[in-house]
């Protein structure tokens, strides 16, 4: 049975008085793919869930699942295998923690219930921290709103040869929004676990996501939109008041959790979940993977409830004891800067991280929800870059639905450079605006909207190279997909060339 209409009776799952049934499973279980990440050179999860045969209901009991994983393409070199427990308590999701493996190279894995195999997918560990590493490439993606276009960039990302996805988030959207939609989200903006779990339930029953799912490796973080549109900390603009905010942020984490293949050791307790963590390619990159959503300061000047959240003439905003990552997650990242050794940093997070001035006649202007709501934390990070003995650093990034690349200064001097990958499917800025921040910004050095894709990151020791990929339209689910721009970066002279 074909998803999209499995799910086209899921209207009827909002009605809050509705039981949840226990049901039998599905003719198809694994109706919502499969998955793998969190790649090491010996280890990986992977990832996939049960479903009943209708999305509102819950399958029956606990349910023994076999995994296997292969050397080959056809499963007959199987390396590894073993049993994992569905339960409801987790939506029925699995996370298996494959350890063993050998660095560098492709598998192939597949889950069976009750006789029933699931798709295979194909996945790939990371080389050993030691390996001189000729070549990595990865895909820098976010921003999906499902209403908004089809996915025909994740069809073609997977058809990429990759290293791994990093998807730097907004993987599902909370409000329904924009022009000329072509799909509708079930329901209305999800605040408990349920109506958590059904979204990513919808945007997971979509083939061209199950497809880049099924061909690499992800490493993932979130953004606001996997809780609700532009949260900080423990304040949501629709919901300010924090005891009842929190228990929504507890819910979104679990279910991100539980549908991302993510270890068993970074499940949420309440509203808090561990995200952020490094991985290691060999000789050649090392990727800081951050989170600064959960543990950054509300916005400065109240803008929270203010609409579009604009900064001027905010002294609140400079002050140094804001912070976008918390003082935890801020000294590990600065730990990690200082024992760096791969010939690539690449800090992998989720939004415009150079200063992007929107003011007009003198005036200056800023983004209350970006890194420029936040410009003494971004100086300690990019102190924590400039002093690092590895210096070749690349800053990559999403959020603002269109494409960047920029310097990135401190003191006048540049010491990183930024990619910002545009979005799968969800609307960008006006093209004027895009236009004035060019002008404003000189170390801006690319900005494009009114486009999707993705950006295509491809590390040497010679060079790191980024193109941005993009489709004709997300309105055509067969969408053709060609290369906008290219940059490349080289070791020891930090900006972007080729702009
Ligand atoms: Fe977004
Ligand atoms: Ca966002």
Redesign the pocket.
Known sequence: MHRRSFLAGATALWLPSMARAQAPLAAQPFGLGVASGQPSATSLVLWTRLMAEEPWETPAGVLPVRWEIAEDEGLRKIVRSGEAIAEARWAHTLHVEVEGLQPGRPYWYRFTVQGKASPVGRTRTAPDARARVPALRFALAS?QQYEQGYYAALRHMAAEALDAVLFV??YIYDISWGRDLVRRHDGGRPTVLGEFRERYALYKSDRDLQAAHAAHPWIVTW???EVTDDYTGDISPADPDPARFLAQRAAAYQAFWEHMPLPNAMQPRGPSMRLHGRHRFGDLAELHVLDDRQYRSHHACRATLTRGKILTGCEERLDPARTMLGAEQEAWFADGMRRASARWNLVVQ??LMAEADRGQNGQHAYWADGWDGYPAARARLLDAVASSPARDTLVLGG?VHSFWAADLEREKAIVATEFVGGSITSQGPAEARVKALLARNPHLRYGRTGINGYGLVTLDPKSAQVAFRTVQSVKDVNSPISTLARFAVEPGRPGVQGA
Do not use: F, I, L, P
Request: aromatic share 0%.
């Open positions: 921003c988030g907004d953004d606001d939109h989720q939004t959020d």
